[in-house]
């Protein structure tokens, strides 16, 4: 549902940067690289390259930002002119292995006598980095061509590798000793990148939440109050107990308290790898409980400081943090309830203000900035059972009052699964007509929207988009909803990135479950009416 976005998308962009506070987002040094070496033909044209060492796979999406806050440029190459005599209309372009095609030619029309270029790399990776287990070479190659002081033109390459990360490898920080100031945001540099991570949309996460969001009552919209919050809070992370996930320490560590160490590549596990395993480390269950929470509308945040992480939610309206101890689910707190969890993430919050060691990693702040999670393979709907997680989970569900005990009302708490079509009216009255898949799972619903249009370009031509998003929610009442954290869009073909997620959805559905209407927004806040009837 992009269309209502798609005029304001570079907009969208710049006022998410705009909401990353400068604590959490520091510009990074040049971090750990390799220099290839210097060269140039005839003496004329000095160049140096220099490349990263490692590459975070899991956060692909980020290198190929320009302008992010957090640059993670790849390879830097330095050109001088080293003649007496002009140069003119030096070009450069990269290639990364299979893994980034040859970029556009970075142009620079003139070099004065002693003149210097210095050119950055972004790219702009495939989704094959997603699909990487582990650590694995590849090979960067830079072509670099000018017309030189006679008027002749001259060529060069150089090349050089770098390890991809597997996309379960993380690493917090790659300054050597010497490139340290000694503060914590040195050790932590890489931390917001822990919001890919965060995956709220994956079905399994989906599913725990709505079972969790079933018990609190039904309050699917958290946010509304901070009961209505704190009863969602408390739910999660008592599933997260009932269902026998503990807290592990990495073999590798032998200090109790501390699960990773910041100069290490650390391997990280996605929500469905801890619902699965049902063991984490620390980071491991914060990441999964701040993507429960984000699942049910709490807005998340992951708090990084040294040898440990721990959650925190957003209370509605006041804005106050509630943190929680994940790791009180068992093992290095010995399994406490979610009161002594919440005592112990304050007392832990309180104590770490006055040191300032910390970087608070808030996610919706950093997927509007562009760190999206990257495309996990999909799930059977079933994945729950398959797991044997349902099973486990031994509390009756509460009644909602009002609700289940009105037939007509219970027999709408879930739509109709099957094909449906949408029809998307923007603000200014225009509107998209698409389609939509939806799945049904008791109160959880899946729903992939398909939407085809002609666009017009800033280049006065008319272009071809498509969008494929995918929302989970759940039916509470009459009321339906959903985000959208993982989208396909493409423009003549092209992918693009989506702008404006997670994308959220309320739709008031009708009594027999076939019709619904409501609203689309984006994360910050424009939206537009849907109107769904059932095929």
């Not at 559905?509 to 059932?534: I, K, P």
């Amino acid at each position: 549902m992009r269309t209502f976005l798609r005029w304001a998308g570079t907009l969208l962009v710049l006022a998410g940067l705009a909401f990353c506070g400068a604590a959490l987002f520091r510009k990074p040094a040049a971090g750990t690289v390799s220099t290839v070496g210097t060269g140039g033909p005839g003496g004329e044209l000095s160049c140096r390259l220099q490349i990263r060492e490692k590459l975070i796979s899991g956060a692909y999406k980020v290198y190929g930002l320009k302008d992010s806050p957090l640059s993670l440029w790849l390879a830097k190459v330095v050109f001088r002119n080293e003649s007496a005599r002009l140069i003119k209309d030096l070009k450069v372009r990269y290639k990364l292995g299979e893994y980034a095609d040859w970029c556009a030619w970075q142009t620079y029309p003139e070099l004065v006598p002693s003149q210097t270029v210095v050119d950055l790399y972004y790219p702009i990776l495939s989704s094959k980095c997603a699909q990487l287990t582990s650590q694995t070479p590849a090979e960067l190659l830079m072509e670099y061509e000018y017309v030189g002081p006679a008027g002749n033109k001259k060529q060069g390459q150089m090349s050089g590798r770098l390890a991809l990360l597997g996309r379960r490898e993380f690493f917090f920080s790659d300054l050597k000793s010497g490139e340290q100031t000694g503060s914590f945001q040195d050790q932590d540099r890489y931390s917001p990148l822990l919001a890919a991570w965060v995956t709220s949309a994956d079905m399994p996460v989906a599913g725990l939440a709505s079972l969790a969001n079933k018990r609190a009552g039904g309050v699917v919209a958290a946010a509304a109050s901070v009961e209505d919050c704190l009863k969602a809070m408390r739910e999660c992370y008592e599933i997260m107990r009932e269902v026998g996930i503990t807290y592990q320490t990495p073999s590798s560590r032998v200090e109790v308290g501390k699960s990773y160490d910041p100069f290490l590549v650390q391997s990280l596990q996605y929500p469905r790898d801890t619902i699965e395993k049902r063991s984490g480390t620390c980071i491991d269950l914060a990441i999964l409980y701040a993507s429960m929470i984000d699942s049910l509308g709490i807005k998340p945040i992951l708090v990084s400081l040294d040898g440990h992480c721990f959650p925190m939610g957003i209370a509605p309206g006041s804005g106050q943090f509630i943190p929680v101890e994940a790791t009180g689910v068992g093992g290095l707190n010995k399994n406490i309830d979610f009161e002594a969890a919440l005592k112990a993430g304050m007392k832990e919050w309180e104590d770490l203000k006055k040191t300032g060691r910390f970087n608070l990693i808030k996610c919706s702040e950093c997927w509007a900035a562009g760190i999206a999670p990257a495309e996990l393979e999909p799930l059977p709907a079933d994945i729950l059972e398959r797991w044997n997680i349902r099973g486990q989970i031994q509390r009756a569900n509460p009644i909602v009052p009002g609700v289940d005990a009105n037939p007509q009302v219970a027999q709408a708490r879930t739509m109709v699964a099957g094909n449906w079509t949408v029809v998307v009216t923007q603000a200014n009255g225009s509107s998209v007509q698409g389609t939509a898949t939806v799945t049904v799972q008791g109160q959880q619903v899946e729903m992939v929207y398909v939407g085809q249009y002609q666009i017009m370009g800033y280049d006065g031509a008319s272009h071809q988009a498509r969008e494929r998003n995918s929302f989970v929610g759940a039916v509470k009442g009459q009321t339906l909803v959903a985000r959208c954290q993982q989208a396909v869009w493409t423009l003549d073909g092209q992918n693009v990135p989506p702008q404006g997620l997670p994308l959220g959805l309320t739709l008031t559905v009708g009594n027999n479950g076939r019709s619904a209407q409501g609203t689309v927004a984006n994360a910050l806040g424009l939206s537009a009416q849907v109107a769904m009837e059932a095929q």
